[in-house]
């Protein structure tokens, strides 16, 4: 592990180097890139001084202990071995969860979709609240938002609503809000004061070029045309909608949603990449990986992975265990979701960490 962290703590410092280099400054895109990695690597630096620190200490503190005759040394040795031994255990238990590898696209920014499922109006106010809480998190999180696409409910809320976050690390908080989300509660429209059951689906979709799996550009079939829109001033009078065609597999994805055509091929690349790699999962995975990958959820819409029930003030993650899967609604619907999702990322490096 020493050897890792010595390598990382390298490449960190060179990361640093770039940051200041005039070349790299001027680069926007590039310099983004470089700030993104070093901020990844910086927690784990920090650590990884502060462990080897207490590593280092330790040893001497065991070395006075075994030389020294002096009884006072001796016994400020003992003390000092009693405080840092925890403290290393905790430390390394630390940088296991840092040093698990993460899925590769955990870094990428992501295509977020809420739609209404069952319980008509209901269900649209609903995706309406899951769009407030979600903003603000990204807020919180300092992310950039653009709304790509959105069709209000008939009396409030969202009957669709498709946003582009980028920002760090997205994917990789993002990733287990996929799933079906249901609500329980009162109506605004119920006069007999029943609690109703409503849903709505969460899509998260990495942003992915297709360098990032194995596919050739020749083996994709490009298709563009022109979107249906409601008329008026916003119909679409250009070819902005776009699918593609993945020939070996005869997977197809489009996007209509923008009325920009390099913002659709961006949704319908992620899209067709997803459903391939998706694919290529389900052949190759072992049945310890699907048991891991049942624990936070494939990210189909058929799940069901969290309730938020109005009248007991509570939500409920139902991929989690014990005491650790309830939430207070109040927080957590004004966004303050960064426990659940940090208690979702544990159970899956746990996981990661048992099959490693």
Same mark, same amino acid.
Request: aromatic share 6%; no cysteine; hydrophobic share 35%.
């Given at each position: 592990?020493?050897?890792?962290?010595?390598?990382?703590?390298? *490449?960190?410092?060179?990361?640093?180097?770039?940051?200041?280099?005039?070349?790299?400054?001027?680069?926007?895109?590039?310099?983004?890139?470089?700030?993104?990695?070093?901020?990844?690597?910086?927690?784990?630096?920090?650590?990884?001084?502060?462990?080897?620190?207490?590593?280092?200490?330790?040893?001497?503190?065991?070395?006075?202990?075994?030389?020294?005759?002096?009884?006072?040394?001796?016994?400020?040795?003992? @003390?000092?071995?009693?405080?840092?031994?925890?403290?290393?255990?905790?430390?390394?238990?630390?940088?296991?969860?840092?040093?698990?590898?993460?899925?590769?696209?955990?870094?990428?920014?992501?295509?977020?979709?809420?739609?209404?499922?069952?319980?008509?109006?209901?269900?649209?106010?609903?995706?309406?609240?899951?769009?407030?809480?979600?903003?603000?998190?990204?807020?919180?999180?300092?992310?950039?938002?653009?709304?790509?696409?959105?069709?209000?409910?008939?009396?409030?809320?969202?009957?669709? =609503?498709?946003?582009?976050?980028?920002?760090?690390?997205?994917?990789?908080?993002?990733?287990?809000?996929?799933?079906?989300?249901?609500?329980?509660?009162?109506?605004?429209?119920?006069?007999?004061?029943?609690?109703?059951?409503?849903?709505?689906?969460?899509?998260?979709?990495?942003?992915?070029?297709?360098?990032?799996?194995?596919?050739? *550009?020749?083996?994709?079939?490009?298709?563009?045309?022109?979107?249906?829109?409601?008329?008026?001033?916003?119909?679409?009078?250009?070819?902005?909608?776009?699918?593609?065609?993945?020939?070996?597999?005869?997977?197809?994805?489009?996007?209509?949603?923008?009325?920009?055509?390099?913002?659709?091929? @961006? =949704?319908?690349?992620?899209?067709?990449?997803?459903?391939?790699? @998706?694919?290529?999962?389900?052949?190759?995975?072992?049945?310890?990986?699907?048991?891991?990958?049942?624990?936070?959820?494939?990210?189909?819409?058929?799940?069901?992975?969290?309730?938020?029930?109005?009248?007991?003030?509570?939500?409920?993650?139902?991929?989690?265990?014990?005491?650790?899967?309830?939430?207070?609604?109040?927080?957590?619907?004004?966004?303050?979701? @960064?426990?659940?999702?940090?208690?979702?990322?544990?159970?899956?490096?746990?996981?990661?960490?048992?099959?490693?």
């Amino acid at each position: 592990m020493l050897d890792k962290l010595q390598a990382l703590r390298e *490449k960190y410092i060179y990361l640093e180097e770039q940051l200041s280099d005039p070349g790299i400054v001027a680069d926007m895109e590039k310099s983004k890139k470089v700030n993104k990695e070093y901020k990844k690597l910086q927690p784990i630096v920090q650590v990884a001084d502060r462990y080897e620190k207490v590593l280092a200490d330790l040893d001497s503190a065991r070395a006075v202990l075994s030389t020294e005759t002096d009884a006072e040394m001796r016994e400020l040795a003992k @003390e000092e071995i009693a405080t840092l031994e925890p403290e290393l255990d905790t430390l390394e238990t630390a940088l296991k969860t840092l040093l698990t590898p993460k899925d590769p696209e955990d870094e990428k920014d992501v295509i977020f979709e809420i739609r209404s499922g069952t319980g008509g109006d209901e269900a649209a106010l609903f995706a309406g609240d899951l769009y407030r809480m979600y903003s603000k998190y990204f807020a919180e999180q300092g992310w950039e938002v653009e709304v790509v696409d959105e069709n209000p409910g008939t009396v409030g809320g969202y009957a669709k =609503i498709v946003l582009e976050v980028a920002g760090e690390n997205v994917y990789g908080k993002l990733k287990f809000e996929s799933g079906a989300h249901r609500v329980q509660r009162v109506p605004d429209t119920e006069t007999k004061g029943r609690v109703h059951t409503s849903a709505a689906t969460v899509a998260v979709l990495p942003i992915m070029e297709p360098e990032d799996i194995d596919i050739r *550009k020749e083996d994709i079939r490009t298709d563009v045309f022109r979107a249906s829109g409601a008329g008026g001033q916003h119909v679409n009078r250009t070819e902005s909608g776009v699918r593609f065609t993945h020939l070996p597999t005869g997977v197809v994805a489009e996007s209509t949603e923008s009325r920009s055509q390099h913002k659709n091929r @961006e =949704i319908a690349m992620g899209r067709l990449i997803q459903q391939i790699r @998706e694919a290529q999962l389900q052949k190759e995975a072992s049945a310890l990986a699907s048991a891991r990958r049942s624990l936070v959820g494939s990210g189909d819409r058929s799940e069901k992975i969290r309730t938020y029930n109005w009248p007991q003030n509570r939500v409920t993650d139902h991929r989690l265990e014990g005491d650790h899967k309830n939430f207070n609604l109040d927080k957590v619907i004004e966004g303050d979701l @960064e426990p659940l999702i940090e208690a979702l990322i544990i159970a899956d490096n746990a996981a990661k960490l048992q099959e490693g």
